[in-house]
């Protein structure tokens, strides 16, 4: 495999890093519409890492120990940002289910 082509794969895998940082930043500032922005531009970079797939699996020693650094870099941001949103999504989903429960009671003194 080319230099080039590990330097490509290693920048997607910075490029998650650094998109996942900013998702972090973005849930400790309780700014949902960055954290939804940030796991897109993800989306997008895993996508193109899936495209070259096949030649992940052939980097060198010295790529190989640098992605999985980056990819613990990544898991632990996740991490985080699961800690800091858990609480978040669990009160929008009770105050879901209040309003669901107040559409029902309404619609049952309508009938």
């Known amino acids: ?4 082509k590990q330097a490509m794969i290693l920048g997607y895998y910075e490029q998650v890093r650094d998109a996942s940082s900013q998702m972090l930043q973005a849930a ?6 960055a954290l939804v922005a940030g796991e897109e531009r993800c989306a997008a970079i895993i996508g193109k890492l899936q495209a070259c797939s096949d030649d992940v699996g052939r980097l ?3 790529a190989k120990k640098r992605t999985h650094e980056i990819i613990r870099a990544i898991l632990a941001n996740d991490a985080e940002i699961r800690d800091l949103t858990q609480p978040w999504l669990r009160q929008l989903e009770s105050h ?3 309003s669901r429960m ?3 009671i309404a619609n049952t003194y309508r009938s």
């Open 1 to 4: 495999m080319t230099m080039d």
């Open 96 to 98: 879901l289910g209040a």
């Open 102 to 104: 107040s559409r029902r």
């Open 28 to 33: 400790r500032s309780n700014d949902w519409d």
């Open 60 to 62: 060198d020693a010295n």
